[in-house]
């Protein structure tokens, strides 16, 4: 994280008529001169404040003249109806701020009251009012009618927590890092305040960009962002392979640019993509951009986009301390905003840990557990593409419609995999952490960490897979003997959501997690030539 780190910040459609029910269920003045208002209401009144001092020192001053005056009879009836006449302009003066005080407190404490009752926490000075309904992003903001009927043709009737906030914050033009639950619609919480702010297409190169992890993910909010302007001729386009093969980037019509670090590192480094008119820049996932692997890559697009009044914002469902602390010391004036408490899992997915002893033991109570009741769609995360690639050896003889993905498939293929678990094609998807952050395949009903994550943010956004949107969902963990000294650390996430965990792990010693990825043994119990 430290290298180079110093210029940082300068559905799933599955079986629907199987699953209409659950589908049914889950379709389920401007800020800026409010601030300035509140701002000044809020020195006037205050009077510790230079403001006040100062009309003290005026009336006192106002005062003397008028005793003064007061010894010449010809000026006296005069000035003392003056005098009055300013009196009364005090008192009404007074009378007024008295009021502003009154609706200002009235209004901070409405704020607190509105995040108390949805579990929004923020730090940074005069943050916007969270909102109490989509319907104040027109009344309020000034919102174009398109998008809010977008929201509702994609049966979005009220603002998730994050949405209430985040969007005002960033509607009033401020920096933001956020930290709220998987699943509970961060992507709109960016999106919608920039299709706001940027109001129409425009000819002018890239105005915003929005980094993601991986290409799926790249992928999927693309095509949210697109559902979400539908009815406004944005560009907004996805930096694929091709697109920077065959356009000259130097003239792209682009208002959203959606892309991975790498790819659009060398689209700036070969292809000449100018940045320097970003206005937005969103960095989701944001804990695993920061990941040494990514940060060369975040810096080199951090410094391109060098438009000076560039908005920047950070969103995860997991945000460490040393994310955190980088991001307050460079972000400008940074509101942060954190739902529920920080991270930690959804608390709409039931959690349990299974003891399988060994390897072999894993693939045994998979089994009896599928024989038992299979209730799709599953994902099953594994710790490595090999290990990935044997259980899919595994279960594709066991007549269940099973798919894999990882690094070693290309593109088209990976492609095709999550199509076709979204489609319901398959059930039962086997995967890496490719998949395990931001990614919504809205019907997952379980997640099976077959091998043991590697480290409690990878736990929480792999079961983060299921219980989205306000559904339910589960998940079990399995371990081995191997994975024992660390299962104090998902079981505090786990209590943390609410679930039940066994008192001799709770009364274990909590271990430092360094990357737990131990050897294990394989998983194949065909013989290699089993085909043959
Ligand atoms: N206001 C809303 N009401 C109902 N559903 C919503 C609302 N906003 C978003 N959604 C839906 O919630 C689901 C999860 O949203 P999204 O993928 O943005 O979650 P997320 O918070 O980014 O999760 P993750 O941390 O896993 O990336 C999506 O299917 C999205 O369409």
Not at 1 to 6: I, L, N, Q, R, T
Not at 98 to 111: C, G, Q, Y
Not at 179 to 187: E, I, Q, R, Y
Not at 372 to 401: G, H, T, V
Request: net charge positive.
């Amino acid at each position: 994280m430290e290298e180079g780190a110093s210029f940082l910040f300068a559905g799933t459609s599955f079986n629907k008529k199987k699953y209409a029910n659950e589908i049914d269920r889950f379709k389920g003045k401007k800020e800026t001169e409010n601030k300035v208002d509140y701002l000044s209401s809020f020195e006037r009144a205050n009077p510790d404040s230079e403001e006040a001092a100062v009309s003290t020192k005026k009336r006192k001053r106002k005062q003397a003249a008028s005793e003064a005056v007061e010894r010449f009879n010809v000026f006296k009836s005069s000035k003392k109806a003056l005098v009055a006449s300013e009196g009364n302009e005090t008192d009404e003066e007074q009378d007024r701020l008295s009021k502003e005080k009154k609706k200002l407190n009235r209004k901070l404490e409405a704020d607190s009251i509105l995040r108390k009752k949805y579990n929004i926490h923020v730090s940074g000075n005069n943050v916007a009012t969270p909102l109490k309904s989509f319907a104040e992003l027109s009344s309020v903001y000034g919102c174009e009618s398109y998008l809010l009927q977008n929201f509702a043709k994609l049966g979005f009737k009220e603002p998730t927590p994050i949405q209430r906030q985040a969007i005002p914050i960033l509607l009033s033009g401020r920096e933001c890092f956020a930290c709220a639950p998987t699943g509970s619609g961060k992507t709109l919480a960016f999106v919608s305040p920039m299709l706001m702010k940027l109001k129409h297409a425009s000819t002018e190169g890239v105005r915003a960009v929005i980094l993601c992890p991986t290409r799926e993910l790249a992928a999927q909010t693309t095509r949210e962002c697109k559902k979400l302007a539908e009815g406004n001729k944005f560009y907004i386009k996805l930096l694929t392979k091709k697109l920077i093969r065959s356009a000259d980037l130097s003239k792209l019509r682009c208002d959203i640019l959606i892309s991975t670090p790498l790819r659009l590192r060398s689209a700036i480094k070969k292809k000449k993509l100018d940045l320097s008119r970003v206005e937005y820049l969103v960095l989701d996932e944001s804990d695993k951009l920061f990941e040494l692997g990514l940060i060369k890559q975040i810096d080199a697009v951090v410094k391109a986009c060098s438009n000076p009044s560039i908005t920047r914002s950070l969103f995860s469902a997991t945000l460490p301390d040393s994310v955190e602390e980088l991001a307050r010391t460079i972000m400008h004036d940074a509101v942060r905003v954190i739902i529920g408490r920080k991270n930690t899992a959804s608390n709409s997915v039931n959690q349990k840990l299974v003891f399988a002893g060994t390897e072999e033991g894993k693939l045994l109570a998979l089994r009896q557990s599928f024989q038992e009741k299979l209730n799709p769609p599953i994902l099953i995360f594994l710790q490595s593409k090999e290990r990935a690639k044997e259980l899919y050896e595994e279960l594709k003889f066991d007549d269940i419609r099973v798919g894999v993905i990882h690094s070693d498939l290309s593109e088209i293929q990976r492609e095709n995999v999550v199509n076709d678990f979204r489609a319901g094609k398959t059930w039962v998807l086997i995967a890496t952490d490719v998949i395990a952050r931001g990614m919504d395949f809205k019907g997952v009903n379980c997640v099976i960490n077959y091998d043991f994550p590697d480290s409690a943010a990878a736990y929480i956004h792999r079961i983060g897979r299921s219980g989205r949107a306000g559904r339910t969902g589960e998940a079990i963990t399995f371990y081995t003997e191997d994975d024992v000294p660390f299962l104090r650390n998902i079981a505090n996430v786990m209590s943390a959501s609410g679930c039940e965990v066994p008192s001799w792990i709770m009364a274990m010693r909590k271990l430092r997690w360094k990357k737990h990825r131990p050897k294990r043994e394989s998983i194949l119990t065909i013989p290699d030539n089993a085909e043959d």
